[in-house]
């Protein structure tokens, strides 16, 4: 039997711990966070919106993956109580394939501000309203500065769950010597002895679970048709041909 | 203290205070300017967001038509020399608003004959007639915003 730098027994084989639309999600929103940063400090806010939708999509996805994914993507499956978290922290708590209870509430934040921050997006607008989420038609003046607002804070809090998230990782790596990046990367890790492998659940979900999320996003960006906006296809000529940059 | 002794020492610090005030608070242009850009963006958002619905609202459409085309002929008044970013007030004016003023007021004027011409087209309440004169308006905000507002990277 092998053992990690730490110490600790390991299983012979690696299994596969991170399957591949979790690793998707995870560097789309490393790539993704950073470009929707730049597209809005460069004003580029088409871009931004383009972006933010891309976003919606993926945080969609990754929520419902949560719920009927592989069983380290599942919420179920790495969300536990405080005892567990107690536990966890005292350092007596038995290993786990995927997040341990405390990162848990880290992922769950992340994932909880992404979704916050988009659909914040959604609904703001800029100095005179004429670039705007494709949702802020919907709400008055004050609520879409509100959102703005709301946005820019919502940014400040990502951002420091993100230097929280890359410091822990660092701290693993140094102090408990493990290695989390190469397992998001490959997918595969070998597990503590006597840990059950992740059950990965079929492709055919994942693309399942892609079209509906996709759709989402198709129809937030179109404006939610037929309630909100009209359907492309049916836009009187004149209102299909308004573009904010034309305008701005 | 009695009543004269305060009166004569309010009369002194009272106008005081005022002119201390007046002298550190910003030019009253810059608020008035704010806000009427504020209030054209508001009316402007109004049709826009109507314009994207499937069913319109004409009159609130007129409405904002009216607003405007009120606060689009105050636009060229709105900035007096000494209002641009070296008064040491947060705004987006550009100096080139003075130093070609020429075309500066030219833009503004542009601005005028498109929210006449919205509040004309909105007043048929032909839809096609206000989408278009809508495209025209917002080509003259952009016409004046490139060129003479900062922009936002």
């Given at each position: 039997?092998?053992?990690?730098?730490?110490?600790?027994?390991?299983?012979?084989?690696?299994?596969?711990?991170?399957?591949?639309?979790?690793?998707?999600?995870?560097?789309?929103?490393?790539?993704?966070?950073?470009?929707?940063?730049?597209?809005?400090?460069?004003?580029?806010?088409?871009?931004?919106?383009?972006?933010?939708?891309?976003?919606?999509?993926?945080?969609?996805?990754?929520?419902?993956?949560?719920?009927?994914?592989?069983?380290?993507?599942?919420?179920?499956?790495?969300?536990?109580?405080?005892?567990?978290?107690?536990?966890?922290?005292?350092?007596?708590?038995?290993?786990?394939?995927?997040?341990?209870?405390?990162?848990?509430?880290?992922?769950?934040?992340?994932?909880?501000?992404?979704?916050?921050?988009?659909?914040?997006?959604?609904?703001?607008?800029?100095?005179?309203?004429v670039?705007?989420?494709?949702?802020?038609?919907?709400?008055?003046?004050?609520?879409?500065?509100?959102?703005?607002?709301?946005?820019?804070?919502?940014?400040?809090?990502?951002?420091?769950?993100?230097?929280?998230?890359?410091?822990?990782?660092?701290?693993?790596?140094?102090?408990?010597?493990?290695?989390?990046?190469?397992?998001?990367?490959?997918?595969?890790?070998?597990?503590?002895?006597?840990?059950?492998?992740?059950?990965?659940?079929?492709?055919?979900?994942?693309?399942?679970?892609?079209?509906?999320?996709?759709?989402?996003?198709?129809?937030?960006?179109?404006?939610?048709?037929?309630?909100?906006?009209?359907?492309?296809?049916?836009?009187?000529?004149?209102?299909?041909?308004m573009n904010a940059a034309d305008y701005m | 203290?009695?009543?004269?002794?305060?009166?004569?020492?309010?009369?002194?610090?009272?106008?005081?205070?005022?002119?201390?005030?007046?002298?550190?608070?910003?030019?009253?242009?810059?608020?008035?300017?704010?806000?009427?850009?504020?209030?054209?963006?508001?009316?402007t958002?109004?049709v826009f967001?109507?314009?994207?619905?499937?069913?319109?609202?004409?009159?609130?459409?007129?409405?904002?038509?009216?607003?405007?085309?009120?606060?689009?002929?105050?636009?060229?008044?709105?900035?007096?020399?000494?209002?641009?970013?070296?008064?040491?007030?947060?705004?987006?004016?550009?100096?080139?608003?003075?130093?070609?003023?020429?075309?500066?007021?030219?833009?503004?004027?542009?601005?005028?004959?498109a929210?006449?011409?919205f509040?004309?087209?909105?007043?048929?309440?032909?839809?096609?007639?206000?989408?278009?004169a809508a495209g025209a308006l917002g080509g003259s905000c952009k016409n004046?915003?490139?060129?003479?507002?900062?922009?936002?990277?």
């Open positions: 039997m092998t053992q990690d730098l730490a110490g600790a027994d390991l299983q012979s084989a690696p299994v596969k711990l991170w399957d591949l639309p979790v690793r998707l999600v995870h560097w789309s929103f490393v790539a993704l966070v950073p470009a929707l940063w730049i597209s809005a400090e460069k004003g580029k806010l088409d871009l931004h919106v383009t972006l933010g939708l891309v976003m919606l999509g993926l945080v969609a996805f990754r929520l419902l993956w949560g719920l009927v994914g592989s069983s380290t993507a599942r919420f179920s499956g790495f969300l536990r109580g405080p005892a567990a978290i107690r536990a966890h922290l005292a350092g007596n708590a038995s290993p786990v394939a995927g997040h341990n209870p405390l990162g848990a509430l880290s992922v769950i934040a992340l994932l909880g501000l992404l979704a916050a921050q988009v659909t914040l997006g959604l609904f703001s607008q800029d100095t005179d309203a670039s705007s989420g494709p949702l802020n038609f919907l709400v008055s003046w004050d609520t879409g500065k509100a959102a703005s607002q709301a946005h820019e804070i919502g940014f400040v809090l990502i951002q420091a769950l993100v230097v929280l998230h890359v410091a822990a990782i660092v701290w693993y790596r140094l102090k408990k010597r493990e290695n989390l990046v190469t397992p998001m990367i490959t997918g595969r890790k070998r597990l503590a002895a006597g840990i059950a492998a992740p059950r990965i659940a079929p492709w055919w979900l994942a693309l399942l679970c892609a079209a509906v999320a996709a759709a989402l996003a198709v129809w937030v960006a179109w404006g939610l048709p037929p309630w909100g906006m009209q359907f492309p296809w049916d836009r009187p000529p004149a209102a299909a041909q | 203290m009695n009543i004269f002794k305060l009166a004569a020492i309010s009369s002194l610090i009272l106008p005081a205070t005022a002119m201390v005030a007046l002298a550190a608070g910003p030019n009253p242009a810059f608020k008035a300017r704010h806000d009427n850009f504020e209030k054209m963006g508001k009316a958002k109004g967001d109507e314009l994207k619905k499937p069913a319109p609202d004409v009159k609130l459409i007129q409405t904002n038509s009216k607003v405007i085309a009120g606060a689009a002929v105050k636009v060229k008044g709105h900035f007096p020399k000494g209002t641009g970013p070296e008064a040491g007030v947060k705004t987006e004016a550009l100096p080139v608003i003075w130093e070609r003023n020429a075309d500066f007021n030219a833009a503004a004027d542009k601005l005028v004959a929210s006449k011409g509040q004309a087209a909105a007043a048929t309440g032909d839809l096609a007639k206000i989408g278009q004046c915003h490139d060129t003479f507002r900062k922009p936002r990277s």
